[in-house]
């Protein structure tokens, strides 16, 4: 991340006080990628699953479909932050980050373009985050480098959301925004926040985070009456284990009531059932390692699967799901990388259709 102090004039500015003790930052990346994907049951027609691995994207068709080339730069991201020095030896920090992916805008045909989105946006003072970022329930630091966006995401604890965060020592708990997913609309917000917590440890070579999450899953019936709720609740063990030079990474979910965190939302929280509403069990885990050739060249194999219980009433939803990916990347200085990547991943669904994805990655990213 570039840094650049600006200090104004007093005479010339009424804000050169507060800009004097303020530090801008800007950062981020280019990325371009270039996917060649095959599909057992049919091409995925439109939707961010053209773009990266998301298990929920892959569905059935008529017949296999031939290979499709797609090639974007959509993901590509741009950040900006700021420090302030405060008279009391504190300070207060802000981080705003955009880009590209899963948003409408131009098409293929003639621009490419596409709609900036609000990635993070927040403010930190004292111990307390308030804003949008990663939710404290994922641990960032075990995410493996992979060609593709995310790579394993359907073992993954994958989202960003608005929350208030306290952060004392190596322990955080938050409260983050509340969001029922399979059961009524997509705004089926409870009246309590999603609780969480997270403890780092620290052991010998292995840096661990242990996570927490209790939330109340609500269904916003057509009349009062039909409003209905249950608790969900989750855990997550996740962390780096270096080898030498090479790193080990992985994480494991487990929990009712969980299906928005991990999978990209794969699996939906709960379903109604009758007059009761009933909490989906996931459990997801994956393991990476990462293998360093040189200073320049390095090579990442990484396994992951998900497997997803509903109530037997339940008619729709991934039920199990998995993918396996090798990949190959190059840094011939420091902020420049070229990778290849091969990925398979097969996604079942409830009555037991199967469909499998195969794709070909390769990627270029510049971080500045």
Same mark, same amino acid.
Do not use: C
């Given at each position: ?28 990346? !280019? ?7 095959? +599909?057992? @049951? ?5 939707? =961010?699953?053209? &773009?990266? +691995?998301?298990?929920? *994207? ?9 290979? %499709? ?11 900006? /932050? ?7 030896? /504190?300070?207060?920090?802000?981080? !705003? %980050? ?27 003072? @004292?111990?307390?985050? $308030? ?31 608005? *929350? ?11 409260? %983050?925004?509340? *969001?029922?997913?399979?059961?009524? &609309? ?12 997270? =403890?780092? !440890? ?13 939330? *109340? ?8 009456? &039909? ?16 080898? #030498? ?9 487990? #929990?009712?009531? $969980?299906?928005?965190?991990? #999978? ?24 990476? =390692? ?18 997803? &219980? ?13 993918? $396996?990916?090798?990949? !190959? ?12 990547? =091969? ?9 037991? @259709? ?15």
């Amino acid at each position: 991340m570039r840094k650049t102090p600006i200090i104004f004039l007093v005479a010339a500015l009424p804000m050169a006080v507060n800009a004097a003790n303020t530090e801008f930052s800007f950062g981020g990346f !280019i990325k371009m990628d270039a996917m060649l994907s095959t +599909y057992s @049951d049919g091409d995925i027609t439109d939707g =961010y699953g053209r &773009d990266y +691995y998301a298990p929920s *994207q892959i569905v059935s068709g008529t017949e296999p479909d031939t290979p %499709e080339l797609d090639m974007t730069a959509r993901n590509s991201r741009f950040n900006f /932050k700021t420090v302030t020095a405060l008279e009391d030896g /504190k300070s207060i920090s802000s981080f !705003i %980050e955009l880009d590209f992916s899963t948003t409408g805008g131009g098409n293929e045909v003639v621009s490419n373009s596409y709609v900036p989105r609000l990635r993070h946006a927040f403010v930190k003072y @004292d111990g307390f985050l $308030v804003g949008q970022t990663w939710s404290n329930f994922m641990n960032v630091g075990a995410l493996p480098e992979v060609a593709d966006f995310i790579g394993p995401s359907e073992s993954t604890v994958f989202i960003r959301q608005p *929350q208030v965060r306290y952060t004392a020592g190596d322990l955080s708990v938050s409260l %983050e925004n509340p *969001q029922t997913t399979g059961a009524g &609309d997509s705004g089926d917000n409870g009246m309590i926040p999603d609780i969480t917590a997270s =403890y780092k !440890i620290k052991a010998g070579d292995a840096d661990l985070v242990v996570a927490a999450l209790v939330r *109340q899953l609500s269904y916003d019936g057509a009349l009062e009456d &039909d409003d209905t709720s249950t608790m969900g609740y989750g855990v997550n063990l996740s962390g780096k284990v270096m080898i #030498g030079k090479d790193d080990l990474k992985f994480s494991a979910t487990a #929990g009712t009531g $969980v299906g928005r965190y991990v #999978g990209l939302g794969a699996v939906a929280d709960a379903a109604l059932v009758g007059d009761d509403l009933e909490a989906s069990e996931t459990t997801a885990a994956f393991v990476a =390692y990462r293998h360093h050739w040189n200073s320049e060249w390095r090579s990442s194999a990484v396994y992951g699967m998900l497997s997803a &219980d509903y109530d037997d009433a339940v008619a729709t939803g991934v039920t199990d799901a998995s993918s $396996v990916r090798v990949n !190959i990347m190059r840094s011939p200085v420091k902020s420049l990388t070229y990778g290849a990547e =091969y990925s398979t991943a097969t996604v079942e669904r409830v009555g037991g @259709d199967d469909v499998s994805m195969n794709r070909i990655y390769f990627t270029t990213k510049y971080a500045f």
